[in-house]
């Protein structure tokens, strides 16, 4: 009988795994696909020749992470690649704003679309370099995060500290607006805020487009070298060698409680596998209290705030195997891992009021990655490993676009969404489609096979927005891995600090459940 039961294999999962496992505890991680990983997978699907990402590719919380720097993949045969720069967003007049791997670079980008915008930039960035750390081991800590926010309290005046709190709840447009004369910084800020679900006009929009491009300014946006899943293989790599298992293709059907308390799971073929301390769950909070719990062992209060769990945008993406690179017509672009497209904030604007109306976009914001221009080894020389994807609603009600997409996604469906973010590509890139050697279209119903807690595609485990953040996440009240179930933890993204490959919420459960287990001994 182990000692604990991890419920899915994604980066959470094994993070809890490895560190439960460094305590001496026996582990056996259960996940339903026939693969570990959950969305940091890689394959040859596309083309046997070139190497594509199955859901995310660049990892700058991950480079950011004591979680996972205190684990050494190293050892275990991680490695990091940089593209030349870390981001671009071109404009069709030939523009672009670059985020470049050190401050004077992009401070000069910036510069170029308005006197005084490179300074401002590296305003952001000294508050960065002075507090980054700390706003950092709070992100990265249970909720409350009491160190990290005294630390700060120290290295900031009250009206300093207020400043930067006015800041971080602003909306992004408005942040740009005053830190920026210029388009460039601003569309930095803005398009870094929407890689979650968060619009320009969204209150705390602001402080998540400033960490995601401050994170990038100082760590980047690095890759595995060889491939996202190189990340997971680490990982089990690391958990394999501590004693801990991994069993792929066993979908647990059940969380199996007695006396209010987890003692084991079931899988959907019928075995019951005991746990002697812990259960901790890499799922979704709607899986794990809404399928997985019987909700006799659950409190009315916590079913009825699940019912206002708000999921975060659906994702449509298209992989490629592209015969040459991308042929931008802003050139810096060329040199970008990720590359932002969307025709400045007020593009960004309408492409998420779309979204809120339960429109699929018509001009749909593309984030697009060139995985061989940060890791030459993806593809053969002289050619792209690349994606994009963009958001949708979780819920389509309409197609803002000329080709009334339902949300049905049959072959006519796929077809015409793909060919919708391809010809945004071409907007910014004349003969892109030129150079398409394969491709692979994942709808939203696809990723969610492919990965239970991406619900539609859904890739933050729930919405960045405020009021599911911190405290209220996922449901108003908790904030932490423990449940009302003892000896139950909740380790994937629905729990604080939420999306993103950083490990913390498998960490924070993994450290819940070794306290509970020393509480329970005094």
Known sequence: MPDAVVIGAGPNGLVAANLLADAGWSVEVLEEQPEPGGAVRSDRGVHPDYVNDLFSSFYPLAAASPVLAGLDLARHGLRWSHAPHVLAHPLRDGRCAVLARD???TAASLEAFADGDGEAWQGMCRMWDRIGGDILRALFTPFPPVRSALRLATRLTPPAALRLARNLALPVRRLGEEEFHGEGGRLLLAGNALHADLAPEAAGSGGFGWLMSMLGQSHGFPVPVGGAGALTDALV????????????????????VRNGRAVGVRTAAGEGVPARRAVLADVSAPALFGRLVDPAHLPDRLLRDLRRFQWDFATFKVDWALDAPVPWTARPASQAGTVHLADG????????????????????????????????GRSPAGTESAWAYTHLPQRIRGDAGPDGITGRWDERESEAMAYRVEAQVERYAPGFRDRIRARRVLTPPTLESMDANLRRGALNGGTAALHQQLVFRPTPGTGRPETPVRGLYLASASAHPGGGVHGAPGANAARAALRGRLIRRT
């Open 237 to 256: 790599r690391r958990l394999e060698s501590r004693g801990g298992a991994v069993r792929c293709g066993e979908r647990v059907a059940s969380v199996v």
């Open 345 to 376: 904030v007020d593009g960004l604007t309408r492409f998420a009021a779309q979204i809120a109306t339960g429109l699929v976009p018509e001009e749909p914001f593309v984030l697009f990655g060139q995985m061989t221009t940060a890791d030459a």
């Open 103 to 105: 401050a004077v670079g």
